[in-house]
């Protein structure tokens, strides 16, 4: 994959690079798949992240056979689970910063706020023997 740099690369070094036509590039951005920035002289420059969403689109188009109408929506599917990924990261890191706050004070929890109830673990009687 391409490193991610500020480097912007024009569309004739990108269709060279990963041997497609200009033309398809232009598709990709037409069909909302690549969203290339634009030099003030309106020439197309491709980031590093929009080579990586073009290896995607490569790789779903050339080796699985997927039309654009399904990469379309594998791309947005992709991205909704990036933004699901970090909103659990976040919440579990909050869990965590509330566990450290809980535990280095415990005199203070309280059992009817806990997650899951304390329950007072105590053996269980000895059952009688049977003869």
């Known amino acids: ?3 991610k740099s500020k480097a912007a ?3 004739s070094a990108v269709a060279e690079q990963y041997a497609i036509h200009p033309q398809t590039l232009r598709l990709y951005e ?5 969203k290339p920035s634009r030099s003030e002289g309106n020439t197309r420059l491709y980031t590093g992240e929009d080579l990586e969403r073009l290896e995607v689109i490569l790789h779903l188009t050339r080796d699985l056979g997927v039309n654009l109408a399904g990469v379309d ?10 933004q699901m ?7 579990v890191a909050s ?3 509330e566990l450290v706050a809980h535990t280095a004070h415990p005199a ?8 899951v109830p304390v329950v ?9 023997r049977r003869r």
């Open 30 to 34: 037409r069909e909302g798949l690549l």
């Open 85 to 91: 990924h970090a909103q659990i990261q976040e919440f």
């Open 73 to 82: 929506i594998i791309l947005n599917m992709r991205e909704k689970m990036g």
């Open 108 to 115: 203070e929890a309280d059992e009817r706020n806990t997650l």
């Open 1 to 3: 994959m391409a490193r």
């Open 120 to 128: 007072n673990a105590r053996p269980p009687a000895p059952a009688a």
């Open 95 to 97: 869990l965590n910063r």
């Open 9 to 11: 690369y024009m569309i």
